[in-house]
Every structure is written in C-alpha cells, then in structure tokens.
C-alpha cells in the first residue's frame, strides 16, 4: 500500500525567506509523486509532478521538488516566499497500479508573514 | 475551456435526510474521482470511474455512499440518512487519459457539506 507523510499541519516563513515544506512516502513500487496547491477558496491544482525522470522537478510559481529515493522524500521548495504563496499544500503518491489512484497527504497550510 | 464544475457548492441538511451531489468533468476526460476533505484531514479517496469500466468503490466509508456516473460524463454522488461525521467537503477530479498514473487531475471547487 502506498503512503504519504506531510511533516507539520502548518508552515510560517517571512517574506522572502526559503519555504521548505516536508513530504515523505512509502511504495512497494517505483512510485510516481505530486504536489498539488489549494488556494483559499479554490480548488486544488498541480503545482508539479514526479514520473520517473529527472530527480528534480521545476513547477509553477517558482517551486521545485527534488526525488530522493534513498530518503523515500520529496520536499517542496522554492528560494523566496511570496505572500501569494499562502495556501494548502498537498504531496500525493500513485503507484501506477494499471490506474491512477492517488494517495493524499493530509496538507501543510503555508503562512506568509510580511 | 470549461474546468470542472461542482453543485451545489454548499448544502446544509438535517441528519437523516438523503443528499445528492453533482459534478460535471472537463469535456473529454474519461477518468473521474470524488474525494471528501475533513478538517485536518487529506484527501480520502472515495470512489473512480474509468470509461465504462466498473467503477472502484474500495473507498466508500459506508453503504450509505453511493455514485454513478451516467453516459460517462456527469456523476452523482449520494449520501443517504446522512450523519454528522459526513460534514465534510467532497471534491470532483477529472483526468484526460484512461490510464497513466502520471495524469494530472482537475479538481472542481468542492461542495461543502454540512450535516446538522
């Protein structure tokens, strides 16, 4: 069975500062992994995605992620915060399995402090 | 285009009664997902349809849960003699291809459902 650990339910960074939100996971097979975003009152979008190609993966608004397997992680980064990056931030996994069931993480909320 | 869409976006009801919640895919996208949001909680994963194959139901909580999804396009999920712990919000996600685990789902903007 497939899993996805989200450390910390809630992240605060300063303006400008590196945001660094933690995601670890467990697969019995090479597993293909998510971000999403959920902005406030919006749905959720991918911000990026891991398909077993390059280790690190550049997304949307200035954030990557890098595949580590030997660490079964896949953090999020992005060098400077921005106060429209406050949202919900969700890691996912899929094993592939002939269909896309993905597992969710529970969500870090991100906290842009001026 | 159109991305997907939810209805209602928000419903309150009494405990006990029967709801029924909408979602209409991106056009084409042959994979459909619901999902419900708890406070605190992920995303769990509640039910996929793909095409006209029969549907993977392995995540519905209870048989209280059902879902259909009619000429492969807008899909229904009810809730009979709901409880309060189905306070929740319920997300609709499409994705383009049958298969593929890389595909990105759409998500629509959810129904938030309030059990009193």
């Known amino acids: 069975a497939q899993s996805v650990t989200q450390l910390g339910s809630h992240v605060s960074v300063s303006e400008g500062a590196l945001v660094l939100l933690r995601c670890n996971y467990s697969?019995?097979?090479?597993?293909?992994l998510f971000w999403y975003v959920q902005y406030p009152n919006q749905g959720l979008q991918l911000l990026l995605k891991y398909t077993s190609a390059a280790t690190l993966v550049k997304g949307i608004n200035g954030f990557e992620a890098e595949f580590k397997k030997s660490e079964t992680s896949f953090h999020l980064t992005k060098p400077s915060a921005h106060m429209s990056d406050a949202a919900e931030y969700f890691c996912a996994v899929s094993d592939g399995g002939g269909y896309q069931k993905v597992t969710f993480g529970t969500g870090t909320k991100l906290q842009v402090i001026p | 285009g159109a991305g997907v869409s939810q209805s209602p976006s928000n419903k309150v009801t009494e405990k006990g009664k029967d709801v029924e919640l909408r979602c209409d895919p991106i056009?084409?996208?042959?994979?459909l997902y619901w999902y419900r949001q708890s406070l605190g909680q992920g995303l769990e994963f509640l039910i996929y349809?793909?095409?006209?194959?029969?549907?993977?139901k392995s995540g519905l909580p209870s048989d209280r849960f059902s879902a259909e999804r009619t000429g492969g396009s807008v899909s229904t999920l009810t809730i009979q003699r709901t409880q309060q712990e189905d306070s929740a919000v319920y997300l609709c996600?499409?994705?383009?291809?049958?298969?593929?685990?890389?595909?990105?789902?759409?998500f629509g903007p959810g129904t938030r459902l309030t059990v009193l």
């Open positions: 996600a499409s994705s383009p291809r049958p298969s593929g685990a890389t595909d990105t789902q759409y």
């Open positions: 349809f793909q095409g006209n194959s029969a549907p993977d």
């Open positions: 056009s084409g996208h042959t994979a």
């Open positions: 697969s019995s097979v090479p597993p293909y």
